[in-house]
């Protein structure tokens, strides 16, 4: 069984810094990565990165939000600077081996003055 631990969410101020982890319990993911959702709205991806650190991004988040990923610790990053409000969202991680998608339980990012 595929276990994602994602932590580092938290209340941030308008401009500020966060970094997110994500834990995975098996190593060999093809695609990680990093979705938010908004209550009442669709999840959408934040950032993906291949298991040969191809990256991508939203256009949202270009210039500001960095995915990283270390493959020894089966640990994927999410730096996430020069944060606005309406980055405000629940933050899950995602990971795709052999077709299949695992979800973790998402981690809150509140971005508030």
């Known amino acids: 069984q595929v276990q994602l631990v994602e932590s580092g969410g938290g209340l941030v101020q308008p401009g500020g810094s966060l970094r997110l982890s994500c834990a995975a319990s098996?190593?060999?993911?093809?695609?990680m990565g990093w979705y938010r959702q908004d209550p009442g709205k669709q999840r959408d991806m934040v950032a993906t990165?291949?298991?040969?650190?191809?990256?991508r991004y939203a256009d949202s988040v270009k210039g500001r939000f960095t995915i990283s990923r270390d493959n020894a610790k089966n640990t994927v990053y999410l730096q996430m600077n020069s944060l606005k409000p309406e980055d405000t969202a629940v933050y899950s991680c995602?990971?795709?081996?052999?077709?299949?998608?695992?979800w973790g339980q998402g981690t809150r990012v509140t971005v508030s003055s």
């Open positions: 995602n990971a795709v081996r052999d077709g299949n998608n695992y």
């Open positions: 098996r190593s060999d993911f093809s695609v």
């Open positions: 990165i291949t298991n040969d650190l191809t990256t």
